[in-house]
């Protein structure tokens, strides 16, 4: 079953500027994790966020989780187009390590 | 970084055949791997996870004898898609948990695009 439900679906924004994307879950979790997947590939692993963290940095990338309203953001700054991809959030409950994944995000960021 | 590999990368093959799909991990040990599913333009759907040395476990709804997990060694899983059909067209994803006591994150193969005619 899919627990993150991603908004937007799909994201058109011009290089330079910043991509907001939103994830929401509806269960406890330990962590909730951000991942990146070019069109045709796997995916690979952006950021992490404990449950007792509120926000986190990793270069052009901040995550903010708020497990009040069951919810996390990723902003990326400074979009380039290289940053074109589907961003997927995913959640792990309780001391199991499957991921479970939300619908995603396409980016697209324009020359 | 730690690398997971999978073969073959794309597969074509007829309605009835049967499909092996491997994964491997090429840099550290893997006692435990995932498998996902993948449609055009839509999320990742955890199939079964990969146990050495045992029986993979699958989610609800993933048919066992249709989708064959065996995980033969420490560095590799294979998904057997037995009697394909149409149906089972898909994009076939497979993962391992890091290494070390936080196993928290997952390095993702690289994808074998199934498609069956």
């Known amino acids: 079953s899919q627990q993150g439900e991603e908004d937007p679906q799909a994201l058109s924004i011009q290089e330079g500027e910043n991509a907001t994307m939103n994830c929401s879950y509806k269960?406890?979790?330990?962590?909730l994790q951000w991942y990146r997947q070019n069109s045709g590939r796997g995916l690979v692993h952006l950021i992490l966020?404990?449950?007792?963290?509120r926000e986190k940095h990793s270069g052009r990338l901040r995550v903010t989780l708020d497990t009040s309203k069951k919810s996390s953001s990723l902003l990326i700054t400074a979009s380039r187009a290289a940053d074109t991809a589907s961003y997927f959030c995913?959640?792990?409950?309780?001391?199991?390590?499957?991921?479970?994944f939300g619908k995603g995000t396409k980016l697209t960021v324009n020359p | 970084g730690a690398v997971v590999s999978q073969h073959p990368s794309w597969v074509i093959c007829k309605s009835g055949t049967s499909v092996k799909i491997e994964c491997r991990s090429l840099?550290?040990?893997?006692?435990?791997m995932f498998w996902y599913r993948q449609f055009p333009k839509q999320s990742l759907m955890l199939m079964a996870t990969?146990?050495?040395?045992?029986?993979?476990?699958?989610e609800q709804g993933v048919e066992k004898d249709k989708f064959l997990i065996n995980h033969a060694s420490l560095t590799l899983s294979t998904l057997t898609v037995t009697s394909a059909h149409p149906e089972d067209s898909s994009f076939y994803i497979c993962?391992?948990?890091?290494?070390?006591?936080?196993?928290?994150?997952?390095?993702f193969g690289p994808g074998t695009r199934l498609l069956v005619l």
């Open positions: 995913a959640t792990a409950q309780g001391g199991s390590e499957k991921l479970v």
């Open positions: 840099d550290f040990q893997a006692t435990t």
């Open positions: 990969s146990n050495e040395g045992s029986k993979a476990t699958y």
């Open positions: 966020i404990r449950s007792n963290e």
């Open positions: 269960t406890s979790i330990n962590n």
């Open positions: 993962s391992a948990p890091t290494s070390g006591s936080a196993r928290e994150t997952q390095y």
